[in-house]
């Protein structure tokens, strides 16, 4: 099978000392079949493979010619199957699986690329799940108890409502949402910038952090720089890294949280 390869050039300018490429690969019909980023030679940046008939087939990224981050593989209908993060080339934190229509059914969870099996999966019930319907039934006749009439009854308590259909960013929850392989991950990623170096800038760049109930980055902005390259050094290293997601009762919520990366120099001598 011959395919069509398009190469598009992006010459930044020089100060930036970076030369990025967009390469674009067609099926033999003339579809799109990838849409791969290069920085400097070396694939870096988001990465788009699209299905014969044009939906998307895979979404990921790549960090200094490896894959990085978040994972998404999709059906020939473009619905999601599952998602991922490869952490130093390997799966790192959950894995999270859906059914045929996209909806979410379980996690699984990975260390450095094996199989967790110490950590029970995380499942939504419904009606379908007739294991989880009988625990809960099991749970209720054990939690049954007599109530005294001859005594006030205690106030009545406001039903729970499912915090995963909340649209709001929390500020605060019980469990923050952590970075896959901790801070020393997201370092892993930032290269310290020419221009910083050369003016010998150090500080802490503080990156306003948007965090999905998947642990996707929804979007990473400076809320305080040092500039000369760092700002948008942290914030790219936050915006495609993958977080635990946060939790709230037990249930996964949206958070914003304010992440500090610290550029420091060496010091050779």
């Not at 729970?160 to 469990?175: G, H, I, K, M, T």
């Amino acid at each position: 099978m011959i395919k069509l390869t398009v190469y598009i050039l992006f010459v930044l300018t020089a100060t930036a000392f970076s030369q990025v490429d967009s390469i674009i690969t067609y099926f033999d019909d003339g579809s799109i079949e990838s849409i791969v980023h290069y920085k400097n030679g070396v694939r870096d940046g988001e990465t788009k493979f699209f299905w014969e008939n044009g939906n998307t087939n895979q979404e990921l990224s790549y960090f200094n010619g490896r894959v990085n981050g978040l994972v998404r593989n999709y059906n020939e209908k473009g619905i999601i199957l599952e998602m991922y993060s490869i952490v130093n080339g390997k799966r790192e934190g959950p894995t999270s699986y859906f059914d045929s229509t996209g909806v979410y059914v379980n996690d699984v969870f990975y260390t450095e690329g094996m199989l967790d099996v110490e950590k029970e999966p995380l499942r939504h019930s419904n009606s379908n799940d007739k294991l989880t319907e009988n625990k809960i039934n099991r749970t209720k006749k054990k939690t049954k108890k007599k109530i005294n009439t001859d005594q006030p009854l205690p106030p009545t308590i406001e039903e729970e409502r499912n915090l995963e259909e909340d649209p709001a960013f929390y500020l605060s929850v019980e469990v923050m949402p952590e970075p896959i392989g901790g801070m020393k991950a997201i370092y892993k990623k930032i290269s310290y910038p020419k221009q910083a170096k050369e003016n010998g800038i150090e500080g802490t760049v503080v990156i306003r952090t948007f965090i999905d109930r998947d642990g996707e980055v929804l979007d990473a902005e400076v809320v305080e720089g040092i500039g000369y390259g760092c700002d948008e050094s942290a914030r790219l290293a936050i915006f495609y890294h993958r977080f635990k997601p946060g939790l709230q009762r037990g249930q996964r919520v949206k958070v914003q949280m304010d992440i500090p990366v610290e550029f420091k120099l060496q010091n050779d001598g």
